[in-house]
């Protein structure tokens, strides 16, 4: 039993029928990336892009963002890299772009929503990426933090679109854009729930407060039903073939999108949810479709992953939604995930 849980991830994450789930790296640059690739990792699920621009007192040209995602993404051939565009603002202050004297800064100009003041900054992160992923052939998803609604997401999506870039989607992290993402579909072709911001804007509860642990957990029941939400609407979507260069998902059902509307489009988790391996199974039962964490936790969520079929982490997931507190859902799941105790 021992050993078997220490099998060694293979390279594919999948549950014990076959179901695949990829099991990706974040990342916050290239020493990160050659962790990710000893890892094994199937590809980034989260590049951090903050830490080019952090430390700064201007805004780093766009021949050095070149040069800092061509880096990256040489790392990754053949795989898929999801970079986050700039998150600045609250715990990430950047001196030539955010305010420092937001009495709420959590709740202030951070995210994407910098680039309403200043859209070029944003504009110029798109051009290095698109001329980076060009040069490295890369398969390269670009999403926006901390959106808030489904025109936010389409704006966004517009900017990538007039920049080249392909695949394009945003990140859930704002209960908002949760319980809107049917609508912010209409637009992106993927979405990836940062949990560790969608905990501490549900449970409004900050993230870097020690004290408020117990809310911010990602076990909470209300966080989870949100994950749950944001599994179905896609499911439901209309898949427009992300990673293949894709057009628009509101262009009148052409034969394309219809052919390949059964798959629905892809809900990654980037928070620090993803790994706990019990979670993870939770999260797969709740539609989750791909799961990106630190390279250090692949190995363990790839064994607790390959011990339940869908319909196994489908039964557990819709018993953990429905505790009534953080720790009966804890609960649940370990009852239903005796390899748990092999992990040491
Ligand atoms: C998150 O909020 O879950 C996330 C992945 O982003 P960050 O931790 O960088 O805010
Ligand atoms: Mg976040």
């Known amino acids: 039993r021992q050993s078997e849980a220490l099998v060694p991830f293979d390279g594919t994450g999948r549950l014990s029928d076959g179901h695949e789930v990829a099991l990706l790296a974040n990342i916050g640059g290239v020493k990160d990336a050659a962790a990710a690739v000893d890892a094994n990792a199937q590809g980034v699920g989260l590049f951090r892009t903050e830490f080019l621009f952090l430390g700064r007192d201007t805004e780093p040209s766009v021949e050095e963002q070149v040069s800092d995602y061509r880096a990256v ?19 990430k202050p950047l001196a030539f772009l955010t305010n420092d004297d937001e009495p709420n800064p959590a709740l202030g100009i951070r995210g994407y929503r910098t680039s309403l003041e200043k859209r070029q900054v944003l504009v110029n992160q798109l051009r290095a990426i698109q001329t980076a992923r060009e040069a490295e052939n890369a398969d390269v998803w670009v999403m926006a933090p901390m959106i808030a609604t489904a025109d936010e997401a389409a704006d ?14 945003v990140m859930i992290e704002v209960p908002s854009a949760a319980l809107t993402a049917a609508h912010i579909f209409a637009t992106a072709d993927f979405v990836s729930l940062g949990t560790n911001d969608l905990t501490q804007y549900t449970m409004a509860a900050d993230r870097q407060l020690g004290s408020l642990s117990a809310l911010n957990d990602p076990w909470q029941p209300a966080v989870l039903q949100l994950v749950q939400h944001v599994g179905q609407a896609g499911r439901a979507a209309v898949s427009t073939e992300a990673g293949a260069g894709s057009a628009p998902g509101v262009d009148g059902g052409t034969a394309t999108a219809s052919a390949s509307a059964a798959t629905g489009k892809p809900v990654g988790v980037c928070g620090e949810a993803a790994a ?10 709740l539609g989750v479709t791909t799961l990106s964490m630190t390279s250090r936790a692949i190995q363990a969520v790839s064994t607790v992953l390959r011990s339940v079929t869908l319909d196994e982490a489908q039964t557990i997931a819709a018993a953990v939604v429905a505790a009534p507190t953080a720790a009966d859902a804890r609960r649940i799941a370990r009852e239903h995930l005796p390899i748990l105790e092999t992990l040491g």
Not at 156 to 169: D, I, M
Not at 276 to 285: I, K, S
């Open 73 to 91: 993404f040489a790392a990754f051939p053949g795989k898929k890299v999801v970079l986050r565009t700039l998150d600045a603002g609250a715990d």
């Open 156 to 169: 966004f999506v517009g900017l990538c679109r007039e920049a080249g870039l392909p695949t394009n989607g």
């Open 276 to 285: 706990d391996p019990a979670l993870a199974v939770v999260l797969v039962g």
